[in-house]
């Protein structure tokens, strides 16, 4: 906000609107406690709480974006979609087989079907576990381990565990309690409160 942001500005005013800041559009505004930005699919955008804030997003798939969301969710969250595609086998049927045609379309091979994708799953996830009881053993050899080191075993195993589990998207946000200050980055207007 206070670097980067203004170098995008000053870059898109100097390049009138042409080039890499073609349709370069900018929205500052303030978010008050109580009220709900909605924020669409792809818009880059930037928050800066400017005071203690607790901020609920909520990411949206719908009938209507499903080919943008199942594409983008198999290639960056491979075993969640292979799970999603499960559910949707139970639930949605016609949706599973869109997702399936898509992926037969794009020529996309799903991480459970992938054996060179797991096998490098499984070397990455044996090493730091090997890493992680050599440094456990590296401990016990000094002498016993305090309660802070074992404390961080533990919250390095529920990482592991809450990794595997997360579950992402994309759009919207709502804030209750704080102000936070809002951009929207992505195309040469600017839309300010003040």
């Given at each position: ?173 709502s804030s209750s309690g704080r102000e936070s200050k809002r951009t929207r980055v992505g195309s040469a207007r600017e839309v300010s409160p003040e």
């Open positions: 906000f206070t670097t980067i942001l203004p170098r995008m500005k000053r870059r898109a005013a100097a390049c009138g609107g042409q080039g890499d800041y073609a349709n370069f559009e900018c929205y500052e505004f303030t978010q008050f406690a109580g009220e709900t930005v909605y924020i669409p699919h792809g818009w880059w955008h930037a928050v800066l709480n400017v005071t203690h804030t607790v901020g609920i997003t909520q990411n949206f798939c719908s009938r209507r974006n499903f080919d943008v969301v199942w594409r983008e969710t198999r290639g960056g969250r491979k075993k969640m979609a292979c799970s999603w595609l499960r559910r949707l086998r139970e639930r949605y049927p016609d949706l599973a087989r869109r997702a399936e045609e898509l992926n037969t379309r794009d020529g996309f091979v799903m991480w459970e079907d992938d054996e060179v994708e797991q096998k490098k799953w499984r070397r990455k996830r044996m090493e730091k576990e090997r890493r992680r009881r050599e440094k456990k053993k590296g401990r016990e050899r000094k002498g016993s381990t305090t309660e802070k080191e074992r404390k961080e075993d533990k919250e390095e195993r529920k990482e592991d565990k809450g990794r595997e589990k997360n579950i992402t998207g994309s759009c919207g946000s």
